[in-house]
């Protein structure tokens, strides 16, 4: 099933532009990354990764899951973090390389870039650094449903006791969510994910779109940040 306005097009990461039309939400809805990230050029950062961020007394090592073209990676970056970023988008990655402050990052030491995809982190052929912050801007409802559970264990594993998540989730009221690629999840199936963490932010989003020149999309977003108990025992 297609929702209103929208064509469903291939679940391939970099499915190719499908035309210099479209806004970014309908390029993310057809996986094509090159064309979503032309629109999304010269974003600020994530305000879930600001906060996440500012929340500790000093910089240190951070994953961004999902970094696209390094708009998060970028400001950890400005921000004295060490980052190791990843994505399943080669030209994701080409942009982020060709930052700036992300290139300054490469040559110093403090940013590495890997290509890697949900589905090899979730099968553990991927392994994410041990980190004290793991950012996800807008990336795991990309993650196929059959995957995920695997991907949050391979998370929750690399989040250190005392350590946070930023990042987004999407709901069963999405627009998105009868798209069989995505995972969408409840409000309490994404509590449950944070039982052995403190949530320090929780915004749930669930409205139409506002932009009234844009095709409708509804929007359903668990926006997080949540800190790991320092107490919390290593998952299994
Ligand atoms: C909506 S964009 C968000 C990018 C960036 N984090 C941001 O906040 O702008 C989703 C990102 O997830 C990546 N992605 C989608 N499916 C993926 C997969 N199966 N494995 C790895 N990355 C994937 C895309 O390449 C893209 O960079």
Request: proline content about 8%.
């Amino acid at each position: 099933m297609t929702p209103p306005h929208f064509s469903q097009q291939s679940p391939v990461p970099d499915a190719g532009s499908g035309g210099p039309t479209g806004s970014a939400p309908e390029a993310a809805q057809r996986r094509d990354w090159p064309a979503y990230f032309d629109r999304m050029e010269g974003k600020p950062p994530r305000e879930t990764l600001i906060e996440a961020s500012a929340a500790f007394d000093e910089p240190g090592f951070a994953v961004d899951l999902g970094c696209g073209a390094g708009r998060d990676t970028q400001e950890l970056l400005e921000r004295g973090w060490r980052v190791w970023a990843c994505d399943g988008s080669e030209d994701g990655l080409r942009r982020a390389r060709e930052n700036p402050v992300c290139a300054g990052g490469l040559d110093s030491g403090s940013l590495e870039l890997s290509l890697a995809s949900f589905e090899q982190i979730g099968a553990g052929e991927v392994t994410l650094p041990s980190c004290d912050l793991l950012n996800a801007s807008f990336a795991l409802p990309f993650c196929p449903p059959g995957c995920f559970e695997q991907l949050w264990k391979a998370i929750d594993v690399a989040i250190r006791p005392g350590g946070r998540f930023s990042g987004q989730f999407f709901g069963e009221r999405d627009s998105w969510a009868i798209l069989e690629d995505r995972t969408h999840l409840t409000r309490p199936e994404t509590l449950a994910l944070f039982e052995a963490y403190v949530i320090e932010h929780l915004r749930e989003e669930d409205r139409a779109s506002t932009q009234p020149d844009l095709p409708h999309k509804h929007w359903h977003v668990f926006h997080v940040v949540a800190r790991k108990r320092a107490d919390s025992h290593p998952s299994a």
